[in-house]
């Protein structure tokens, strides 16, 4: 799988969602009232691409500017490229506020009986189809710069086979709480997802300062996006009857259609390593497909007992190489 597969995978997974969703309108079993406030309010933050969208948009906009003026990274043409991510993010942004302009002119002078989303979302389905469009494009271009970055992270992140206890290192790791077999049954063979932190030897910030789990790779079939902090991501199996939300990233992984979404203002996908080095922790979110294997389980040497026998009870379940990581206890540089 290509990075334009799991594009296409993703538009064509909104388009779907919102043919079906506007068939199910026609046929009456999916309504929200205008009245029903709360309810509402949250609907209406997925149909009109705020929030989520927007910032994923302004933030990698951002990132890929700052790329190619600091000579990090270029595209064949550097001004074309950015150029092209100018006017499409622009673009976007522009879409998102027009339908939140119509929507609150909907909420104003609607002449539906029932003034519902069903309403609202057939008035405004050429707009919608229109968004979905350019973010299309704009992820088309966003790949040409995330292609590259993935090879800069190849380069930099240490193999696991040649790591010594003492080297310099640069991993992935995905830390647990959970019992070996657990770690196998509930996120290797049932998340959609895998949350990794991008640690070093002098930086080996993870949540809840957990103390064992997995080392992976990254490469460009598996790399969602990235966060300088938490990326506060949930997956879960696409239930198509719960709405179409422009904010949801929707992929196919081992569970099948998946929708993936967020409530991080910093999310992107074309972070170089040194960018996610910082006092708190970060994430590397990867898709949990067949290109996406561990490649190592490992301890913190300060790990407790309990948890090296669980690293070595998963280290013989998957078949690993069992290594230890020194666990940095000075000041973040």
């Not at 993010?89 to 939140?100: D, G, N, T």
């Not at 895998?194 to 598996?222: A, M, P, Q």
């Not at 170089?272 to 970060?282: F, V």
Request: net charge negative.
């Amino acid at each position: 799988m290509e990075i334009k597969d799991l594009i296409n995978q993703d538009i064509e997974n909104k388009k779907l969602l919102l043919f079906y969703f506007l068939e199910k309108m026609r046929e009456g079993l999916y309504e929200i009232r205008l009245n029903d406030t709360e309810k509402f309010r949250d609907e209406t933050k997925k149909f009109t691409g705020d929030y989520g969208l927007k910032n994923r948009i302004l933030t990698a906009k951002e990132n890929i500017i700052y790329l190619i003026n600091e000579k990090k990274i270029y595209g064949d043409s550097k001004n074309e490229l950015e150029s092209k991510i100018e006017d499409l993010s622009s673009k976007i942004i522009e879409l998102v506020e027009e339908i939140k302009i119509e929507f609150e002119e909907f909420r104003k002078n609607s002449e539906c009986d029932k003034p519902t989303i069903e309403c609202f979302i057939k008035k405004i389905k050429n707009k919608y189809i229109e968004l979905i469009s350019r973010y299309e494009d704009f992820l088309i271009e966003e790949a040409k710069i995330k292609e590259e970055v993935i090879k800069i992270w190849i380069k930099e992140l240490t193999d696991c086979e040649k790591y010594a206890v003492n080297d310099k290192f640069k991993f992935l790791v995905y830390t647990a709480r959970l019992n070996a077999d657990k770690v196998v049954k509930n996120v290797l063979y049932d998340n959609g997802v895998i949350h990794t932190s991008y640690i070093t030897d002098t930086h080996t910030n993870v949540y809840c300062d957990r103390e064992y789990g997995l080392v992976f790779y990254i490469n460009k079939e598996t790399l969602l996006y990235m966060c300088k902090g938490d990326a506060q991501t949930a997956d879960f199996e696409r239930v198509i009857d719960n709405g179409f939300s422009m904010n949801d990233f929707h992929c196919f992984s081992t569970k099948g259609m998946l929708s993936v979404h967020n409530s991080s203002v910093d999310l992107c996908s074309t972070y170089i390593p040194e960018q996610l080095l910082g006092e708190k922790y970060n994430e590397v979110v990867l898709i949990n497909n067949k290109y996406n294997m561990p490649k190592a389980v490992f301890v913190f040497d300060d790990a407790k007992e309990h948890w090296r026998i669980e690293a070595n009870k998963l280290k013989e379940i998957l078949g690993l190489r069992l290594i230890e990581i020194k666990r940095y206890k000075g000041k973040n540089t």
